[in-house]
């Protein structure tokens, strides 16, 4: 099964504070054991969404908003695309993931419909 992992957004991540030179070697080794398992297939940091924008559908209209966005912790911050056996193998990844951010955060796990999904 296929899934999106998000990295939630934090103060200092809609600050536009970079990572360490730690944190970027801890990430950095996680990522090559996940490359090494055959289970990421693609990954990446987002800039702040104060460099985002949102486009709203209403009908036929389309109006484009310029970030931030909040609440904060609603955000993503980056992702990767895994593709594991199951929902629960993907959280024991994300278990031995080094913290993203130098302070509490979060991390989602999202399952992609399936073909099957649609029968």
Avoid: H
Wanted: glycine content about 8%.
């Amino acid at each position: 099964m296929r899934c999106i992992v998000f990295v939630k957004a934090t103060k200092d991540s809609e600050a536009g504070v970079m990572p360490t030179k730690e944190l970027l070697a801890a990430m950095g080794k996680y990522n090559e054991e996940l490359i090494k398992a055959g289970i990421m297939k693609d990954g990446g940091g987002l800039r702040p969404t104060s460099k985002a924008k949102r486009v709203r559908f209403s009908g036929g209209r389309r109006t484009v908003i310029d970030g931030p966005f909040a609440p904060t912790e609603a955000q993503v911050s980056g992702y990767w695309i895994w593709d594991v056996k199951s929902v629960d193998e993907a959280v024991e990844w994300v278990k031995r993931c080094p913290n993203p951010m130098p302070t509490d955060s979060e991390i989602e796990i999202r399952p992609e419909f399936e073909a099957a999904d649609f029968a």
